[in-house]
């Protein structure tokens, strides 16, 4: 029978890419890593590990183990899910969730949703991390996180795995914030604010301006959304601005509608599927809906 600690060694560096990412997330040495490894290959009997350059790769045999590790992961996330539910009426939701999600979120939707599970399970310790979804849900199929806030632009949906559930959240319309005063100018002709090359939101708002005829003229970049905002304040650029930015307060710019098709962006929970069932994704879950529906209600009332 195989050691199935040293099979998650492998599906770690399947995720991970190296073995030094592997003895960091870990906490162990590149070279105990390394032992294990070579001790499940001389178990498995075939080599399950071949060097690509400074890099290695799993084999035909190393990815076929993964494949099954993954489901024996699954099914004991799905025990470690029961078994805390069979316990929630005698000790109420306990332990840690590991929460991930992207600034805009982290701003407005986790300090209600924080307060909720305050009131409703105390004994609950939260533990949130600021991360954009490309870095959060890879971080989350590893298992360094529970449950990701995560977000899909109009046009250009996320890659899907079979391995992790979603559920929506709420629909964040986006619109076109210009400076104060700034007139009737074509947007193409103000500087921009948008977010780095190659992530979804400036595929997104590229394609967006491409499709009205012109090419943005970015001269800011960044992931924080409170700069794009300030920037837009202060007249120095324009830029695309969702409304739960504004967590229910009146815009401080001249907002416009996007085109039909481009209006909203989709916000979304991500958990893996053995987990989906535990009580304490399931209350975050629950409070974190319900800290979007507050808030769009505030805001269809602005």
Do not use: N
């Not at 399947?14 to 001790?39: D, F, I, N």
């Not at 074509?186 to 921009?192: C, E, I, L, N, Q």
């Amino acid at each position: 029978m195989f050691d199935l600690h040293r099979l998650r060694l492998l599906r770690e560096l399947k995720h991970r890419g190296t073995l030094a990412a592997v003895a960091t997330a870990l906490s162990y040495s590149p070279s105990s890593v390394s032992q294990q490894l070579s001790v499940l290959e001389k178990e498995v009997g075939v080599p399950l590990l071949e060097p690509v350059g400074r890099r290695v790769r799993l084999t035909e045999q190393a990815e076929i183990l993964v494949a099954h590790t993954e489901a024996v992961l699954e099914r004991l996330d799905q025990a470690q899910a029961e078994v805390a539910g069979s316990l929630t009426g005698i000790t109420g939701i306990t332990g840690t969730l590991r929460l991930a999600a992207f600034q805009t979120a982290a701003l407005t939707l986790i300090p209600p949703a924080l307060t909720l599970l305050r009131a409703a399970h105390p004994a609950l310790r939260v533990h949130v991390t600021e991360a954009e979804p490309e870095s959060a849900l890879p971080a989350l199929r590893a298992r360094d996180f529970d449950l990701v806030v995560a977000e899909e632009y109009p046009g250009h949906p996320h890659p899907r795995h079979p391995e992790l559930e979603e559920v929506d959240l709420v629909q964040d319309t986006l619109r076109l914030a210009l400076p104060v005063g700034a007139g009737e100018g074509a947007p193409g002709d103000r500087p921009w604010v948008m977010e780095p090359e190659g992530t979804p939101a400036r595929r997104w708002a590229t394609a967006l301006c491409r499709d009205a005829g012109w090419e943005p003229d970015v001269r800011y970049e960044s992931t924080d959304m409170l700069l794009h905002l300030r920037l837009v304040e202060q007249g120095h650029a324009a830029a695309l601005l969702p409304d739960l930015l504004w967590c229910g307060r009146k815009p401080t710019v001249p907002l416009l509608e996007l085109p039909g098709g481009h209006r909203s962006r989709r916000l979304f929970t991500v958990v893996r599927g053995g987990s989906s069932r535990h009580p304490a994704v399931r209350a975050c879950r629950e409070a974190l809906a319900r800290a979007a529906e507050d808030l769009d209600r505030v805001a269809g009332g602005r």
